[in-house]
């Protein structure tokens, strides 16, 4: 029972984390449109580093490479068919209006991801708690950058702070399903497929949708901005992978 709570505790503690974009509720709205595409820039490095460095490498030690890539494909591909459904869904009659597909994209892989890290963090706090706090310690840094750089997507594609804020967190409580059903299912599930999958997914929203909203500006000095953003979000992401291996 006690693990259970740890559990619950940690699923608790990692879906606040998706409360760190509140830190621009400080910003004037004019300061906050400011370093949006900057973030967006970020957010594209977070996912990729993500997608690279953390999802595929674990999924490579549990597979065969060729099933591996078919997977990351198939992330791909199944996140390029649902948004041109949601485009079409959306945003087909302009009087309508259109919140980009994006955001949509955004809330459903990391809900997925934070899904998977539920799982997996369940997981070892199951064989041991010292084990699963340290494991816990090592997400919630990957998290940080990459929670903020979604919120700072869905402000980008017209959500209101509130709304953002609050569906992120909806997001982030998958994580604490995922712990859940493992302890109930007691590590049974083998869920090892949908890594890749997922790694397909942030990679098709990095460097489909969040690159090209970044990479076209007139001025040299806002092109550079965007790159050093977008090199900070991979340099976090592989620091957190390095001090991980340590």
């Known amino acids: 029972m006690e693990t259970l709570w740890w559990i619950i505790g940690s699923g608790l503690l990692m879906s606040a984390i998706s409360l760190v974009g509140s ?21 594209a490095g977070a996912l990729m580093g993500g997608a690279f460095l953390h999802m595929i490498p674990a999924a490579a030690d549990k597979m065969p490479l060729e099933r591996l890539f078919v997977l990351v494909l198939a992330g791909f591909a199944v996140f390029f068919a649902l948004e ?19 955001t949509y994209l955004i809330l459903i892989g990391d809900g997925l991801h934070n899904f998977l890290g539920g799982l997996a963090i ?39 702070k509130g709304s953002a804020l609050l569906f992120n967190f909806l997001s982030g409580l998958t994580f604490l399903l995922g712990g859940v059903i493992v302890y109930v299912a007691g590590q049974r599930l083998n869920v090892t497929w949908l890594v890749p999958f997922a790694a397909g997914n942030f990679i098709y929203i990095g460097a489909s949708d969040l690159i090209p909203e970044v990479k076209a500006h007139e001025k040299l000095r806002d092109s550079a901005v965007h790159f050093a953003a977008f090199l900070l979000g991979l340099a976090l992401l592989l620091a957190v992978k390095l001090i991980g291996h340590e």
Do not use: N
């Open 122 to 160: 369940a997981g070892i706090f199951l064989m041991d708690i010292r084990l699963g706090v340290l494991a816990w310690l090592a997400a919630a840094a990957h998290e940080v950058p990459q929670e903020l750089g979604d919120y700072a997507v869905l402000l980008h594609g017209g959500w209101k």
């Open 23 to 43: 830190i621009t509720l400080l910003l004037s709205e004019q300061a906050l449109r400011r370093a949006l595409t900057p973030l967006v820039a970020f957010a």
């Open 84 to 102: 041109q459904f949601l485009h079409w869904h959306h945003c087909h009659r302009e009087s309508l209006g259109c919140k980009k597909p994006l």
